[in-house]
T-cell receptor, first 113, second 116 residues
């Protein structure tokens, strides 16, 4: 039972480089989301999706793109990495109701130098 | 607007002490859900409990208990007889039902250190 799988676990980028963080879930969840975790800031929502083909911005979307072509996958793209994007990124999925608990991936620690 | 406040940034206790983690929320809605998650040193977030806005009964699960009070907009979490394995960052979160596409709002977390 894999749950939510994020790759990679660690990544170092140079300023200006682009990359994609992968997220896949095998629970047939409608709702998927990306958060970043920074010291003292908690978890902040970057983008979310309520189903295949439907995405929307969260609290801190600038510098990130997402797409949802399948129910299972929700990749996060960094277009041109900046040091301010150094963070730990979490992907989460849940059933499509406000009552549903979120299942989180193990996180990706990204450093932009 | 939605907001979740965890005023305690870090708490240190000695093993076997009781500890309460505070969570205060703001919402304009009458229907909403509150959650607690645990993030151990390994980094993953683990769901602990959910409470809906119409259920103010306190809940106990082993050494864990939760006190939900709508009058003070609080959803506090108490660990009785703390253990070293309880050391983690604990997050309180809020979701509102009224949103077509609901969003979780997290607090900034409380780091609990339980010393042997």
């Amino acid at each position: 039972n894999a749950g939510v799988t994020q790759t990679p676990k660690f990544q170092v980028l140079k300023t200006g480089q682009s990359m994609t963080l992968q997220c896949a879930q095998d629970m047939n969840h409608e709702y998927m989301s990306w958060y970043r975790q920074d010291p003292g800031m908690g978890l902040r929502l970057i983008h979310y999706s309520v189903g295949a083909g439907i995405t929307d911005q969260g609290e801190v979307p600038n510098g990130y793109n997402v797409s949802r072509s399948t129910t299972e996958d929700f990749p996060l793209r960094l277009l041109s990495a900046a040091p301010s994007q150094t963070s730990v990124y979490f992907c989460a999925s849940s059933q499509g109701t406000a009552a549903a608990e979120a299942f989180f991936g193990q996180g990706t620690r990204l450093t932009v130098v | 607007a939605q907001k979740v406040t965890q005023a305690q940034t870090e708490i240190s206790v000695v093993e076997k002490e009781d500890v309460t983690l505070d969570c205060v929320y703001e919402t304009r809605d009458t229907t909403y859900y509150l959650f607690w998650y645990k993030q151990p040193p390994s980094g993953e977030l683990v769901f602990l409990i959910r409470r809906n806005s119409f259920d103010e009964q306190n809940e106990i699960s082993g050494r864990y208990s939760w006190n939900f009070q709508k009058s003070t907009s609080s959803f506090n979490f108490t660990i009785t007889a703390s253990q070293v394995v309880d050391s983690a960052v604990y997050f309180c979160a809020l979701s509102e039902v009224r949103l077509v596409a609901y969003k979780y709002i997290f607090g900034t977390g409380t780091r609990l250190k339980v010393l042997a």
